[in-house]
């Protein structure tokens, strides 16, 4: 695929490459709260789920706009949060995954693109006002929690796919005009094609796996399969090493996932009720699939964070998250001396705090694929419901002070952290961690912005603004990191859970270099990570 970026005044961030670091490093400062309750009204704010806030000059003003959904689309002026324009979702549902901004129809004009409740997706214009064939309304009665855009046919416009929480014919790739693409929906479950249900997270990823120019789609869901797909709904095929069907390899969405991989050559798990021995298995529900090259060899992968279980019991025992590194043909990865074929074990911590969204909301745990040491390698962060954020170095071990405890020993609740970003902020060749947080309902606590050191270490925990009526607190998505007013410091954005958009001024960042500033990677929100570390503007856009 080829890149293209729309540039734009005052939203660039002009970054140095790895090996152009400051000689003298600055001490990373704590976040300095800018503004709070962008999108609110007078005395009461909307509630915000696991959307990301987007960053844009979408009326070409030289000034940037925040743009972000909980129950509406809103536009905050970037320098005090202020309402540039606000309109409701349509049925007036929740926005779940993170807002897109791109220019979809090649037009010259940056658009959203926002997911929702009630099954709806839609494009909106820079002004406020929606674009010829939106909304459209795939599924009704079934949310929309998967969105991601790309070029998938290499056209020069984008195309739109989305995924429903219903158990068939989930996924639906729509052209900028609102029309599904020919072959789409997929997938029925238990067909020739393999088996799926529905997608309860931001449970896909869009990249050009095969090189040959147009986009493939990896699609997690509520079985232990995961579906592969090319852009003309032909499903991608898995390695001969799984087996064949009819003379044909078997597609992805055919072959297993479990903790050992002799148990995915066998074809199934042990599953008989009380008898030896335990073979986890994953379901993938929640599991945000990432694309990255994680060896910097020119070759993507593909990450995915499955919950591993044991199918003896009834209901299923769920016992740890475990990360997969794939090769497109399924295989699990192996490469420069590393080897991903068996999985990392877990410690005695790995056990889930909570799965149950009346005690706590649920945590997502989307994996981030940065370097964050400087060594050419990428690492895997992500948060678990074992109230930690796990850093995997391609040893398959956790390095430093990793994993991080979100949930602390002190509290008496528990606490979940968002997806995180990740940015070089003192430009000194490692990379800070940057993520929010959220509490326990009845706990009457609030939630913080955290900021880690490459290794573990704690540099700042700030407690957010608190909405006063609230028994629990924080913030369930990802932040995003952009220069949103006149200065040349970055700033941190963040869409809360009940206090609306709020700002951090990131002092003494000018210099910094962003490697994942955003949910799911860039505003394409496909999961994968900034194109450049040289020279990057947001919004990103694959072309």
């Given at each position: ?139 009704s009665g079934n949310e929309l ?19 429903s929480t219903r158990s068939d ?352 990677g860039t505003y394409l929100r ?18």
């Amino acid at each position: 695929m080829k890149f293209r970026a729309i540039l734009f005044a005052c939203v660039c961030l002009i970054l140095l490459s790895p090996n152009q670091t400051n000689s003298a490093a600055t001490a990373i400062s704590p976040p300095v709260l800018k503004w709070q309750n962008g999108g609110c009204k007078t005395t009461w704010c909307r509630t915000g789920w696991y959307a990301s806030p987007a960053v844009a000059d979408l009326d070409s003003d030289g000034k940037p706009e925040v743009i972000w959904t909980d129950y509406r689309i809103v536009v905050a002026n970037g320098e005090d949060g202020t309402d540039q324009w606000v309109i409701n979702n349509p049925g007036i549902q929740r926005g779940w995954p993170s807002v897109v901004v791109a220019d979809v129809n090649n037009d010259g004009n940056l658009e959203i693109v926002t997911a929702h409740g009630g099954g709806w997706v839609t494009i909106t214009k820079f002004d406020g006002t929606t674009l010829a064939g939106w909304p459209q309304q795939p599924t009704s009665g079934n949310e929309l929690r998967s969105l991601a855009v790309a070029d998938v046919d290499a056209n020069g416009d984008l195309e739109i796919l989305v995924c429903s929480t219903r158990s068939d014919n989930q996924w639906f790739l729509y052209d900028h005009t609102g029309v599904v693409r020919t072959g789409w929906p997929v997938q029925t479950d238990s067909n020739s094609t393999g088996y799926a249900a529905g997608c309860f997270n931001e449970n896909v990823s869009l990249a050009d796996l095969d090189g040959d120019g147009r986009a493939e789609m990896i699609g997690p869901s509520d079985v232990h399969y995961v579906t592969g797909y090319n852009d003309d709904a032909t499903p991608l095929r898995a390695n001969v090493l799984y087996g064949q069907i009819g003379g044909l390899n078997k597609t992805w969405a055919r072959v297993g996932f479990h903790y050992d991989h002799a148990v995915d050559l066998r074809g199934y798990a042990n599953c008989e009720a009380g008898q030896p021995p335990l073979e986890p298995r994953p379901n993938f529900a929640d599991s945000a699939p990432t694309i990255a090259d994680v060896n910097n060899d020119g070759v993507l992968e593909i990450i995915i964070i499955g919950n591993q279980y044991d199918c003896r019991t009834s209901p299923y025992t769920d016992l740890f998250h475990s990360p997969y590194i794939l090769h497109a043909d399924r295989t699990r990865w192996a490469g420069n001396g590393f080897d991903w074929t068996n999985l990392p074990t877990p410690d005695a911590f790995a056990a889930p705090l909570s799965e149950d969204y009346n005690v706590i909301e649920t945590v997502m745990p989307n994996p981030v694929v940065a370097d964050i040491d400087g060594d050419g390698y990428r690492e895997i962060l992500y948060q678990s419901y074992d109230g930690r954020l796990h850093a995997y170095w391609l040893d398959r071990t956790e390095h430093g002070s990793w994993p991080y405890r979100v949930k602390q020993a002190s509290e008496s609740f528990i606490r979940f952290g968002s997806e995180p970003a990740i940015v070089d902020l003192d430009n000194d060749g490692k990379a800070e961690v940057i993520f929010t947080t959220w509490t326990q309902k009845g706990s009457n606590a609030g939630g913080q912005l955290i900021i880690l050191s490459w290794n573990g270490s704690l540099l700042s925990a700030t407690d957010l603004p608190r909405a006063g009526s609230q028994t629990w607190d924080g913030t369930l998505a990802a932040p995003t990191i952009a220069n949103i007013d006149a200065d040349t410091d970055l700033e941190v954005v963040i869409g809360t859970a009940h206090t609306g958009i709020v700002a951090y001024d990131l002092p003494n960042t000018s210099q910094a270099r962003i490697l994942w500033g955003t949910g799911r990677g860039t505003y394409l929100r496909a999961g994968t990570p900034p194109i450049s570390l040289s020279k990057i503007y947001l919004p990103l856009i694959v072309k």
